[in-house]
């Protein structure tokens, strides 16, 4: 590349930069982006009297010379041979396969399935999920068939156990596991419930189209790819598939257990409505969440536990004890609470040794003991205003 000379008028506010002392050759450096600026000044004639400004304008110049040690070099277009690629994610895949040379793609997103290794090369995902990611596709799981089991409770008339709550909350758990089974047979492997997996390194990996490089601010690679493939596309394939079954099965079970006007269409209206509000907030915090769901339901089964607890009318813990024990929907809940805070429990401490986990999961009831317990010390009827 050719050096250029771009011959600019000074103003009045450059002239000033240098002082007005133009005794010899003053140079000025600018930096910006890989361009060196270089700003000659004429040289004096001898003379005492400084120059004019017009003679000095006129005499004026920058040089505009690029600065080839801080630009970045990469191949563009297809090459013979593979060369590195900018940004984390950017990188170049096999388009042709000969005997004895091959052909290599431009730099960008690596194909669905693909992930891009330190040599820049997009290489098959054959790893299997891990214990966490399991667990983390269980939790989204979860958190469907729960939000269909809240509204269901919302949307009936009663809040006492009878054979059409039941019915209704079957349908919900077979739907939910009806869809997830669909959805581990139809990924790869297909026809198997394992999974072929890339591996999470770290938060970026969820959010790979806010890191498009764009080398010398030339040109923008759009190298947005599932860098966590499949445990990002595999939640909306789950949720699809849930609504699917919602149509199917649901009407089947309504008319089985004779769940018929607002009491049969209410729940899968609040379902149309939950799986798409589910879908949107794993799209935007897939990552956050990856990270965060065990102390999320940790609080979260803590809360609506003491919740649970304190909408009974008598708070003693006699009545408290009896209610729980003897209802069989106040003991389903109780139990789940249990299951969910459990659950939590081992996603935030596997790492721990499998005695220790042991002993920690004993804990789990301790919540539900200690509000029975504590309960008649926190009554509002207690506390007297001076």
Known sequence: MKNRSLCLHLNEGRRNILG???DGIATALLKR???????????NNGKKKRKSTKSFMSSSKIVIRPQYNNRYYYDKGVVQ?????PGYYCGRYPISHDNQTSIWSSCGSCPRGLRVNST???????????????????????????AQ?????????????????????LSALVETCLSACITLLIHEPLGSFQLRSCAVEQLSDWYTILHNPNPNYEEVLHCAQEAVYPLYSIVFVHYGLSVFMLFFIRPWANKAFQNRGHVGSRPIYAALYLFPILALIHGIMAGLIYYAFPSIIILLSLMSHAFHFASRTDQSWRALLYETVTCIHNLVVVIGHWVLHGFGVVALTLWLQPQLLAAILTLVPLPTFLYIVLSRFTDPGKFHSD
């Open 120 to 146: 820049w090369a997009c290489s098959e995902c054959t790893s299997s999920p891990t214990a966490y990611d399991w667990m983390y596709l269980s939790f989204m799981v979860v958190v469907g068939l729960l």
């Open 81 to 85: 041979t593979i060369t590195k690629c």
């Open 20 to 22: 007005g002392k133009f």
């Open 33 to 43: 982006h890989d361009y060196l600026y270089v700003l000659k000044s004429a040289k």
């Open 149 to 169: 089991w809240y509204s269901i409770d919302m949307m009936l008339p009663s809040s006492q156990f009878s054979w059409k709550t039941f019915g209704t909350h």
